[in-house]
């Protein structure tokens, strides 16, 4: 059975690149009807926060990447870790070092002035007992270090990536538990990958040299490897590796700004994977059935904000309704435009006014606020408008027409619009354009029959009423 993992430290937020590796590991437990496992990786306890992981847990959440097992926590393992390496000693696959950090480092400067690659000289290889109770009397902590034999290459089978191999001796004996009693990353990911039974290891490239030292050790241990998929890099439009410096890589960007999971699932799906004629436009189901490993390109993905915008939108296109309000909600609310949860059905008809037209929802603050502000705010572009020659006349002439008016529905409204225009001997844009600038303060929004017949006849006169005082003064 397909068991794979996604093994994120706490030290930070989930990310785009972390989002999308969560995103391909449950999409290929789920194709193959396998088990998706989380694991916290927090043995950098410096570093590591709970905060970061309940943000971490709750935002893959709201992506809806559901894990079947788990969290599981490596600072609860410290004991199994410890146990493996204690083993590795005995088998002599591995050693203890009592190397100082200050020797280690001229070690490495000595390197770097010969010219050499620094990799650990191995003067703690061969240490008699006594050599060792020595510096234990010293009260110095060993490292433990993995014994690389030399010399010999590694070859690292990867699904996506092909055969690479990989000379023994550039490795150099690494440290797999450090003299704290934690575990390096490479040591600890292998014996949790070998002990929750990962069939895959779908990770990202910049991963891949880390794998030759984690085969080394599967070998060490007597055990099969999983297989190993790396997924291409996520780069930004200027084809660097993606980092703050390209915007906003976090989720809970995302998630705060108005973006829909479904839409960030779909796009991020799309970050390295897709179908040969490819919908852009992927459900979860669809994503789940066409997902394979096979499908996953080499190259690197680049990430494309305007994209998502468009993905976004068209998942709100397809939104239905009564969602779209409660999410529009919770947006007006944190800019104070609403107060409580007004669902009623006016309520609902602005929301539907705007379906076609948000790339996130949060837009829905900016573009809907004068249904919702007690006094509009004129733009410069609809005073402009406002004040050009005759708009006065007209916006009486309709005022005149709206009081006179009994029933507010569009069709009415609009009705009564088109023959003022006729009657003027005009276009009717030479009414709609006042008309917009006067109920909204723009000149952009949604239809205006719509606008004044959801406003409401009373609101719509005193915006009128307002706007022909800002004319006067
Ligand atoms: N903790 C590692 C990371 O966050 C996991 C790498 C792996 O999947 O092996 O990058």
Redo the contacts with the bound molecule.
């Keep these: 059975m397909v068991r794979v ?5 706490p030290t930070g937020a989930l990310h785009i690149g ?1 989002a999308r ?1 969560a995103l391909f590991n449950w999409l290929y437990a789920k194709h193959f009807g396998g088990k998706f496992i989380l694991r916290i ?1 927090d043995t950098d306890i410096v570093r590591s926060t709970n905060k970061w992981v309940k943000t971490i847990l709750e935002e893959l959440k709201w992506l809806g990447l559901d894990w079947d097992e788990g969290p599981y926590f490596q600072s609860d393992r410290l004991d199994i870790y410890k146990r493996y390496a204690e083993r590795l000693v005995k088998e002599g696959k591995a050693y203890y070092c009592y190397c100082s950090r200050e020797d280690l480092e001229k070690h490495r400067r000595k390197m770097q002035r010969l010219k050499r690659r620094s990799v650990y000289s191995g003067t703690c290889r061969e240490l008699t007992p006594s050599q060792r109770k020595h510096y234990e009397s010293q009260g110095r902590k060993p490292t433990v270090r993995f014994k690389i034999q030399h010399p010999g290459t590694t070859v690292v089978s990867d699904l996506i990536r092909g055969t690479s191999s990989f000379d023994n001796s550039i490795l150099g004996d690494f440290i797999i538990i450090k003299s704290t009693g934690t575990p390096t ?1 490479n040591f600890a ?1 292998v014996v949790d ?1 070998y002990e929750m039974g990962i069939t895959h ?1 779908i ?2 490239e ?2 891949i040299s ?1 794998t030759p030292r984690q085969i080394l050790i599967y070998k060490a241990l007597s055990v099969d490897p999983p297989k190993f998929a790396h997924l291409p890099l996520i780069l930004g439009q200027d084809r660097t590796p993606l980092s703050k410096r390209h915007g906003e890589i976090s989720i809970t960007h995302y998630i705060e700004n108005g973006y829909l999971p479904e839409a960030l699932v779909n796009y991020l799906s799309l970050l390295g994977w897709g179908l040969t004629s490819s919908p852009q436009i992927l459900s979860r189901e669809e994503l789940i059935k066409d997902f394979t490993l096979e499908r996953v390109s080499k190259a690197s993905a680049v990430f494309d904000i305007e994209k998502l915008l468009w993905i976004n939108s068209e998942y709100i296109k397809r939104m239905d309704i009564s969602r779209m309000t409660d999410i529009c909600i919770t947006y007006l609310k944190k800019v104070g435009l609403v107060e409580f949860n007004v669902k009623n059905s006016w309520f609902k008809e602005v929301i539907k006014l705007y379906k076609d037209r948000l790339k996130t929802i949060s837009q829905i603050a900016e573009f809907a606020s004068f249904f919702f502000e007690k006094e509009v705010n004129y733009s410069k572009e609809a005073i402009n408008i406002l004040n050009k020659e005759g708009t006065s006349q007209v916006l009486k002439k309709v005022k005149e027409r709206f009081v006179e008016q009994e029933d507010f529905d569009v069709f009415s409204v609009e009705k009564t619009v088109r023959s003022l225009a006729l009657e003027l001997g005009i276009k009717a844009a030479k009414i709609i354009h006042p008309l917009r600038a006067a109920l909204t303060g723009r000149t952009i929004s949604p239809g205006i029959f719509d606008v004044v017949s959801l406003l409401g006849k009373e609101r719509v006169i005193n915006r009128i009423e307002r706007a022909l005082n800002l004319l006067k003064g």
Excluded at 5 to 9: T, V
């Design positions: 993992r996604f093994a994120p430290a972390g590796t990786e990353y990911v990958d290891v990770r990202g910049d991963h880390n």
